[in-house]
């Protein structure tokens, strides 16, 4: 089936530091890869997206590139700041389908 | 920019209760997601609606769970009766539809509907 795999826990860093979070999916064919963004009490907005092998994603300083040979879609961003804490969502959608499936999320928290 | 608009923002129900929620898509939009999200995880997919019609309802837990979109506008969630497992975050999303076009596949999302069953 397709499913989408996030690091394991929340991730505390201080304001411009570097920022990976790792994504590895799982699925048949070329689905398109998404990171969405969720910030306290408010619904998810659309961060980047990428379409097909070697894509980069890029938006508001963040980054990820689509690979297809390790199956990944890791985020980075070179230096963040405070109003950059919020969860992160790493997310697939197969395709020829229009049925978005979500990772578990990271929460990242920025440091002043 | 165009929303997605859904109410309430907060509902606060006692167990055995029916509650519902609305969601009303940008306006041309032809598929109509709603998604849960239980606390510290990532959102769920409940049902999609192509149109009208329920194109994936496989996730919806049918006894107490009931959508529609009747008109292909606008969507109704409901919850009959209400439990403790149900306190949640509902979100409802909507998208252009279609399979060809990324712009398409792009879903954007209400604020969300915060259940808290008591």
């Known amino acids: 089936g397709n499913s989408v795999t996030q690091m394991e826990g929340p991730v505390t860093l201080s304001e411009e530091a570097f920022l990976t979070i790792n994504c590895t999916y799982t699925?048949?064919?070329?689905?398109?890869l998404f990171w969405y963004v969720q910030y306290p009490g408010e619904g998810l907005q659309l961060l980047l997206k990428?379409?097909?092998?070697?894509d980069k994603g890029s938006n508001k300083g963040f980054e990820a590139t689509y690979r297809k040979e390790t199956t990944s879609f890791h985020l980075e961003k070179g230096s963040v700041q405070v109003s950059d804490s919020a969860v992160y969502f790493c997310?697939?959608?197969?395709?020829?389908?229009?049925?978005?499936?979500f990772g578990k999320g990271n929460q990242v928290v920025v440091i002043p | 920019e165009a929303e997605v608009a859904q109410s309430p923002r907060y509902k606060i129900t006692e167990k055995s209760q029916a509650v519902a929620f609305w969601c009303d898509p940008i306006?041309?939009?032809?598929?109509l997601y709603w998604y849960r999200q239980i606390l510290g995880q990532g959102p769920e997919l409940l049902v999609q609606?192509?149109?009208?019609?329920?194109?994936?309802d496989s996730q919806l837990p049918k006894d107490r769970f009931s959508a529609e979109r009747l008109k292909g506008v606008d969507s109704t969630l409901k919850i009959q009766p209400a439990e403790l497992g149900d306190s949640a975050m509902y979100l409802c999303?909507?998208?252009?539809?279609?399979?060809?076009?990324?712009?398409?596949?792009?879903?954007?999302f209400g604020a969300g509907s915060r259940l808290t069953v008591l």
């Open positions: 999303a909507s998208s252009e539809g279609g399979t060809v076009t990324l712009k398409a596949n792009v879903l954007t």
């Open positions: 699925a048949t064919g070329y689905p398109s």
């Open positions: 990428a379409t097909k092998a070697d």
């Open positions: 997310a697939l959608m197969p395709y020829g389908n229009n049925r978005l499936a």
């Open positions: 306006s041309g939009h032809a598929t």
């Open positions: 609606f192509q149109d009208e019609s329920v194109v994936d």
